[in-house]
């Protein structure tokens, strides 16, 4: 089976500090790193591992606050019930932060 190039991708050679990188991306995605090349390294490496998450590579999993486990659980425990906001408290708890 033979890949076809799309035209949504793009081969390039990019230089982020003095390291340069040979990556096939797509247009957008070279835009997000020419983006994100701008911002603080804190900024930077925050982003990175939220890209590793959903990427599915991020060596393993986020380590949960001692404070934060018993809530965490319950809401692992209300999906398993299947028990999901409404869309008006969800557009509610947005809301909070418009403030």
């Given at each position: ?31 997000a ?56 408290e ?9 403030r």
């Amino acid at each position: 089976m033979t890949r076809r190039r799309s035209r949504s991708h793009s081969a390039g050679l990019y230089k982020f500090g003095k390291r340069r990188y040979a990556a096939r991306v797509t247009k957008l995605l070279e835009q997000a790193l020419e983006a994100v090349s701008r911002l603080s390294p804190e900024s930077q490496d925050e982003i990175a591992r939220a890209m590793l998450r959903l990427a599915g590579n991020d060596g393993g999993p986020e380590e949960i606050d001692a404070a934060h486990l018993p809530a965490v659980l319950e809401g692992l425990a209300q999906a398993s019930r299947r028990e999901f906001a409404s869309d008006g408290e969800v557009e509610a708890a947005f809301r909070r932060f418009d403030r």
